[in-house]
């Protein structure tokens, strides 16, 4: 089975948004920057690194980076049985499935990143990466420090970030040497993330979770707070409020995927970090990182590779042989037809649902497999809204 995995703040890069310009899926840059009052698209292509580094700046253009490459893997007809995002990325994640709505997700990015911003101005933090240390150890190190410091990240088998004050992240890194890390290496941010120097930032925040209403989805997300699966919409509002002040369980979140069958994981979005995490935990795992156009070759040679019957030969604009995506001719709220249901027989030209006033017709004749887009969702243009089993 394979996943979706989607990086958080710091794997912003300058220029990350350049290669992309020219592609369909940029589009979504054009809407986020009217749905967030904010150029993303200068943001991600002309922004220097100190720019990025603002909380602000990182995590929105972070988040719509990803989603851009998500848009063009879903062209590719590639679709997960899981996903899960690190930190910011579970906002991905959310809005990959379904369970935000693409403008709720920009507009609780927003929110999460200026909420985070002024907390951290508020109370000043920061955080260090402890590499060649057990997690116990760690925790060990943070309690010996007698401070304001704490696990915030369990990232992989041996790579653990801590975070808290100053000195109280000085202290932990003296112990945490002691008891044999072999490296900690500071991280630049702008605040003590995923610890109690959140609260300010959490409570904010749940005023807007309380406007978006997640929705349930068919695929589900494996959250931060607790590396267990979710697709019910009514939880969300409680875990991603408190993912802010807790530490993310990434390991233990790799975990979870294994052990529901996930072989295959490909980080969408820029940066690789994930897809060494994944590596590292999760033995025989096929991984594979997709930053930029050029690595959508990548992506179906990777698919194609991981077939063992071959099914997933590609053709024509690297849709799958025996399947098609209908995708949406316009942007706005889709609404499906109600009389068509999975397996239903499908004609070219046959309406299965309605963008705002538009029909959406499909071009295709074969089997409704399933609705990528759920009702009431608000879609792009070009963004898939059913999957069909040609004949």
């Known amino acids: 089975m394979l996943a979706f995995t989607f990086p958080g703040q710091g794997s912003q890069r300058p220029g990350m948004g350049r290669p992309w310009q020219d592609h369909e899926s940029w589009e979504l840059v054009d809407e986020a920057s009217e749905i967030a009052g904010r150029d993303v698209g200068a943001l991600l292509c002309d922004a220097d690194a100190d720019a990025l580094r603002d909380t602000r700046n990182a995590q929105l253009t972070t988040f719509v980076s990803s989603l851009m490459v998500l848009d063009a893997a879903e062209r590719l ?18 809005t990959a499935t379904g369970a935000l709505g693409f403008d709720d997700g920009v507009r609780l990015v927003a929110a999460r990143a200026a909420a985070m911003h002024d907390a951290g101005l508020e109370q000043p933090g920061t955080m260090a990466a402890v590499l060649g240390l057990d997690d116990d150890h760690v925790d060990v190190a943070c309690r010996r420090a007698d401070a304001d410091v704490w696990v915030a990240n369990y990232n992989a088998p041996g790579q653990v970030v801590i975070a808290g004050s100053p000195a109280g992240v000085d202290s932990a890194t003296d112990h945490a040497k002691q008891l044999g890390a072999k490296r900690v290496m500071g991280l630049p941010v702008s605040g003590a993330f995923h610890t109690p120097f959140m609260t300010a930032a959490r409570d904010r925040l749940r005023e807007a979770l309380a406007e978006a209403k997640p929705r349930d989805t068919d695929v589900p997300v494996v959250a931060n707070v607790d590396a ?6 009514a939880e969300w509002a409680s875990l991603l409020s408190a993912q802010l002040s807790s530490p993310v369980r990434w390991k233990q979140s790799l975990l979870t995927l294994a052990e529901a069958g996930v072989t295959d994981f490909a980080e969408l979005g820029p940066g690789g970090v994930l897809t060494g995490m994944a590596k590292r935990t999760v033995k025989d795992s ?4 997709v930053a930029t156009p050029e690595d959508l070759d990548k992506l179906i040679e990777w698919v194609d590779a991981g077939s063992p019957t071959g099914a997933a030969q590609l053709d024509g604009e690297h849709l799958f042989a025996t399947e098609r995506l209908v995708v949406s001719p316009a942007a706005g709220i889709f609404t499906p037809l109600g009389a068509l249901i999975e397996g239903s027989l499908i004609d070219v030209g046959t309406v299965i649902g309605h963008v705002a006033d538009q029909e959406v017709r499909s071009p295709f004749a074969g089997l409704l497999q399933s609705y990528i887009a759920v009702d009431t969702e608000r879609v792009t243009m070009r963004q898939p809204i059913a999957w069909l089993r040609t004949h």
């Open 77 to 94: 007809g590639l679709e997960p049985s899981f996903c899960a995002g690190h930190s910011l990325g579970e906002y991905t994640a959310l």
């Open 228 to 233: 267990l699966a979710h697709n019910e919409g």
């Open 286 to 289: 096929r991984t594979i990182s």
